[in-house]
C-alpha cells in the first residue's frame, strides 16, 4: 500500500458526461501528479500541483481540469467524455516539489460508453 | 516529437536467472531517469533512478546503467524471482520550472518462469 487512495475505483459513465476523480496523497506529500494510462498511449503525465499550485503540465485536454485543495487532496475533472478517454487515471504524491520518487495510488478505471 | 521507447515488449525468463530490459530515449535534454515496477492490477512502483552524470546505480539486486552517447537506459534485475513479474517501464525527466516532466516508455512485460 503505498498510502496514496484514490475514489472511486471503477466508474461507468457515457459520451458527452463529465466525471470528477478524487486523490488523497500520503500524509504530509506536497506535490500531487495525474496520469492517464490506456493501452494505445500508454502511460501519460497529465499535471502537476504542489501545495495548491499547478507547477507542470503534460499532455491534459482542454476538457480535463485539475485542481489541488488546502488539505491537500487533488480532483481531475473529466468533461464533455469521449470513448477514447477510457483509461486507467493514476494519482501519485511526493513530499516535494523536485522530489523524484512518487508513490502511486490504484487508480481509478474510466469506462465511457 | 521525442519518445521514449522499449525495444523487448515482453522478456520471459527462468527463476535465478538475471534479466535485462532496455531502454531508448531520445530527448537529449532529459536530466533523470527512473524505472517502475507495475504489477496487474497496481499503480506504478518506483525500483531505481538515475542521474545524467552517472552512468551506473546500484540497488537492492537491481541495477540501471545510463549510455548517453547512444541515449540508452538498461535496467538488470539479479537472480529474478516469480515476484518480479510484471510490466517495466522507464520514464525520461525534463526539468521545468522547478519540477520535472515525465515521458514513459511504452512497457516491458517481465515473465518469471518457476
Known amino acids: 500500500d503505498s498510502g496514496v487512495t484514490q475514489t472511486p475505483k471503477h466508474l461507468i459513465t457515457a459520451t458527452g458526461q463529465r466525471v470528477t476523480l478524487r486523490c488523497s496523497p500520503r500524509s504530509g506529500d506536497l506535490s500531487v501528479y495525474w496520469y492517464q494510462q490506456s493501452l494505445d498511449q500508454g502511460l501519460q503525465f497529465l499535471i502537476q500541483y504542489y501545495n495548491g499550485e499547478e507547477r507542470a503540465k503534460g499532455n491534459i485536454l482542454e476538457r480535463f481540469s485539475a485542481q489541488q485543495f488546502p488539505d491537500l487532496h487533488s480532483e481531475l475533472n473529466l468533461s464533455s467524455l469521449e470513448l477514447g478517454d477510457s483509461a486507467l487515471y493514476f494519482c501519485a504524491s511526493s513530499p516535494r516539489l523536485g522530489n523524484y520518487e512518487q508513490y502511486f495510488g490504484p487508480g481509478t478505471r474510466l469506462t465511457v460508453t | 516529437g521525442e519518445s521514449v521507447g522499449l525495444h523487448l515488449p515482453t522478456l520471459s525468463v527462468q527463476e535465478g536467472d538475471n534479466s535485462i530490459i532496455n531502454c531508448a530515449y531520445s530527448?537529449?535534454?532529459?536530466?533523470?531517469f527512473i524505472w517502475y515496477k507495475q504489477e496487474s492490477g497496481k499503480g506504478p512502483q518506483f525500483i531505481i533512478d538515475i542521474r545524467s552524470n552517472m552512468d551506473k546505480r546500484q540497488g537492492q539486486r537491481v541495477t540501471v546503467l545510463l549510455n548517453k552517447t547512444v541515449k540508452h537506459l538498461s535496467l538488470q534485475i539479479a537472480a529474478t524471482q516469480p515476484g518480479d513479474s510484471a510490466v517495466y517501464f522507464c520514464a525520461e525527466n525534463r526539468a521545468s520550472g522547478g519540477s520535472y516532466i515525465p515521458t514513459f516508455g511504452r512497457g516491458t512485460s517481465l515473465i518469471v518462469h518457476p
Open positions: 530527448n537529449s535534454a532529459s536530466d533523470y
